[in-house]
């Protein structure tokens, strides 16, 4: 239970903050983009929190997936511009704030697919 409740506030964070951003960038007032938002993340996780049952072995394979990618990612997009343009200060910001999440992200559905994958060959 205590993954599960884990697993959704990561979930609730990232869509909060890519539908806010998304909203912001369209020109939509900052606090109007917050809120709704906030509504939307919270409609999203609750409707995931109901249709999905999430077992100790789904929860370590999801939660695996995502540190493993997001931690390659991190470092990719961390390490990636010091070597490209070391004169450019900014560069590590790209791994912190960019790649690292989505990397994390991306790898929460990878970890997911294998979990999918090896339960579907048990089935048959």
């Given at each position: 239970?205590l993954?599960k409740?884990?697993?959704?506030s990561?979930?609730f ?17 900052e606090?109007?983009?917050y ?14 929190w109901k249709?999905?049952e999430?077992t100790l072995?789904?929860?370590i394979y999801i939660i695996?997936?995502?540190l ?7 470092i990719?997009?961390?390490i990636g511009p ?5 004169e450019?200060?900014?560069?590590p910001?790209?791994?912190?704030f ?15 697919l ?10 048959n």
């Amino acid at each position: 239970m205590l993954l599960k409740i884990i697993l959704y506030s990561i979930l609730f964070f990232i869509i909060k903050t890519f539908i806010s951003l998304e909203l912001s960038l369209m020109g939509i007032n900052e606090y109007a983009s917050y809120i709704i938002a906030i509504l939307s993340a919270l409609i999203i996780v609750f409707l995931l929190w109901k249709k999905f049952e999430f077992t100790l072995e789904k929860s370590i394979y999801i939660i695996v997936g995502g540190l493993i990618t997001g931690f390659i990612s991190f470092i990719l997009g961390f390490i990636g511009p010091i070597i490209i343009t070391p004169e450019a200060n900014q560069g590590p910001l790209l791994g912190i704030f960019i790649t690292g999440p989505l990397g994390f992200t991306l790898g929460l559905f990878i970890g997911w697919l294998f979990w999918f994958k090896k339960n579907n060959k048990k089935n048959n």
